[in-house]
């Protein structure tokens, strides 16, 4: 049963950082690319990066240069790391993947930028 399970989610003041994590269950995590996701109170869901199977990445336009995606075999988990943090990047971060053509979602992990 493939599961994800998002962490790392908080409070933070502008200009700061946080790591979120998901751990991964139930699949073979080496053979599917895994991607991060958000959704801001009253809007969609965007894309915000995407980590391959071969370790390359590709990222939205509005988290270049600030955000790093990564995997780690090792535990099954992505990570996401987030620095220089701006009050826009509030929302509810999802990790996701799609296997034999079916979306899986974590159940997502809140980040709040505030002074």
């Known amino acids: 049963q493939v599961q994800l399970v998002e962490s790392g989610g908080g409070l933070v003041q502008p200009g700061g950082s946080l790591r979120l994590s998901c751990a991964t269950y139930?699949?073979?995590?080496?053979?599917?690319?895994i991607a991060w996701y958000r959704q801001a109170p009253g809007k969609q869901r965007d894309f915000v990066a995407r980590?391959?199977?071969?370790?390359?990445?590709t990222y939205s336009n509005s988290v270049l240069g600030r955000f790093t995606i990564s995997r780690d075999g090792s535990n099954n988990t992505v990570y996401l790391q987030m620095n220089d943090l701006k009050p826009e990047d509030t929302a509810d971060y999802y990790c996701?993947?799609?296997?034999?053509?079916?979306?899986?979602w974590g159940q997502g992990t809140q980040v709040t930028v505030s002074s």
């Open positions: 139930g699949f073979a995590f080496s053979s599917l690319a």
């Open positions: 980590v391959f199977t071969n370790d390359g990445t």
């Open positions: 996701q993947i799609n296997r034999n053509m079916k979306d899986y």
